[in-house]
Nanobody, 119 residues
């Protein structure tokens, strides 16, 4: 069993930055870690994913050049650095862990953290 706990969400003005953290505990080894988001009235989408050795495997087009995913394996923590935030980035962000590269199958989810970007 793996527990994922996100932190770092909040309210920020457009153009600002936030860093989300996802701390994993329990049986922590998962090949892929990812960040999803879900805005009101929209489906949950994969934002970014990373493999266990630190190689980034995916960014959704809308965040390329603005967001960066990275992981600190000794700390069992995955981060999502979000820069130049836009109002359309407003969503609940979820950390996820699994063993499928496309993250179409997720084994564990965090509880979510709200990110609100004001214009």
């Amino acid at each position: 069993q793996v527990q994922l706990v996100e932190s770092g969400g909040g309210l920020v003005q457009a153009g600002g930055s936030l860093r989300l953290s996802c701390a994993a505990s329990g049986r922590t080894f998962s090949t892929y870690m990812g960040w999803f988001r879900q805005a009101p009235g929209k489906e949950r989408e994969l934002v970014a994913s990373i493999i266990w050795d630190g190689r980034v495997t995916y960014y959704v087009d809308s965040v390329k050049g603005r967001f960066a995913i990275y992981r600190d394996n000794p700390k069992n923590t995955v981060y999502l650095q979000m820069n130049n935030l836009k109002p359309e980035d407003t969503a609940v962000y979820y950390c996820a862990a699994g063993n499928v590269a496309t993250m179409t199958s997720v084994d564990y989810w965090g509880q979510g953290t709200q990110v609100t970007v004001s214009s």
